[in-house]
């Protein structure tokens, strides 16, 4: 199986075109104020155009509002909508209903229990999203860099296509690949010199590595 490589929060220009140019399957812009990574609808609205037939477009939300989710479902025109949030299964249903994407639903994950929660989205979401659980009092649910011990998701059955994410590296992610056979494997914080700020190299570092490890 082929892995695929989303990059998510990007923001500039220039870190877009790492990911593009990479050959990165998805791109993700974050919608959530507390995020370093967040971006206004003008400014994502700008870079979706650039991305636009390249890769798939993901919109990164947290227990968005209706209002929130039609203003970014109208102006950027995602592929897929994240939902990184407490969304429930209802939830789920009634946004790819309401709104025509794709959905990929972000698990938060320490435990093989946390890991086997995936199993009441799976008929509701296009990909499950296992992602390391945040620090308690954490203002974010994801993007701290984090991994999680990817043996708890030996409870998951493979025929489930998920993403991995949570603390992937260039340095790592042909180990997680290994591991844990993903669909997809999600970085932002992995390929960035501080919050928010993202590197060419190391997305090109990163996708590189992932390229290698489908190789072998």
């Given at each position: 199986m082929t892995t695929k490589t989303k990059i998510c929060g990007l923001n500039t220009r220039e870190a877009l075109a790492a990911a593009i140019d990479g050959?990165?399957?998805?791109?993700?812009?974050?919608f959530f104020a507390p995020s370093p990574r967040?971006?206004?609808?003008?400014?994502a609205r700008r870079l979706?155009?650039?991305?636009?037939?390249?890769?798939?477009?993901?919109?990164?939300?947290?227990?968005?509002?209706?209002?929130?989710?039609d203003e970014i479902a109208k102006e950027i025109?995602?592929?897929?909508?994240?939902?990184?949030?407490?969304?429930?299964?209802?939830?789920?249903?009634?946004?790819?209903?309401?709104?025509?994407?794709?959905?990929?639903?972000?698990?938060?994950?320490?435990?093989?229990?946390?890991?086997?929660?995936?199993?009441?989205?799976?008929?509701?979401?296009?990909?499950i999203l296992f992602d390391a659980k945040a620090p308690s009092g954490a203002t974010r649910p994801g993007g701290h860099?984090?991994?999680?011990?990817?043996?708890?998701?030996?409870?998951?059955s493979r025929d489930i296509?998920?993403?991995?994410?949570?603390?992937?590296?260039?340095?790592?992610?042909?180990?997680a690949i290994r591991a844990?056979?993903?669909q997809s494997v999600d970085v932002s914080s992995g390929v960035e010199t501080a919050p928010g700020v993202k590197d060419a190299d190391l997305i090109r570092r990163f996708l590189q590595a992932v390229k290698t490890a489908n190789q072998s």
């Open positions: 050959g990165a399957d998805y791109v993700g812009f974050v967040h971006l206004e609808i003008a400014a979706a155009e650039q991305a636009r037939g390249r890769g798939d477009i993901v919109a990164l939300t947290v227990d968005a509002t209706d209002a929130v989710l025109a995602p592929d897929f909508l994240q939902l990184h949030g407490s969304e429930t299964p209802e939830r789920v249903v009634e946004v790819k209903e309401k709104f025509g994407c794709k959905i990929i639903k972000a698990m938060p994950v320490r435990t093989s229990e946390d890991a086997a929660l995936a199993k009441t989205y799976t008929k509701v979401a296009d990909l860099g984090q991994a999680f011990d990817w043996a708890v998701l030996d409870a998951v296509p998920f993403m991995l994410s949570g603390g992937l590296t260039p340095d790592n992610v042909q180990e844990t056979c993903p």
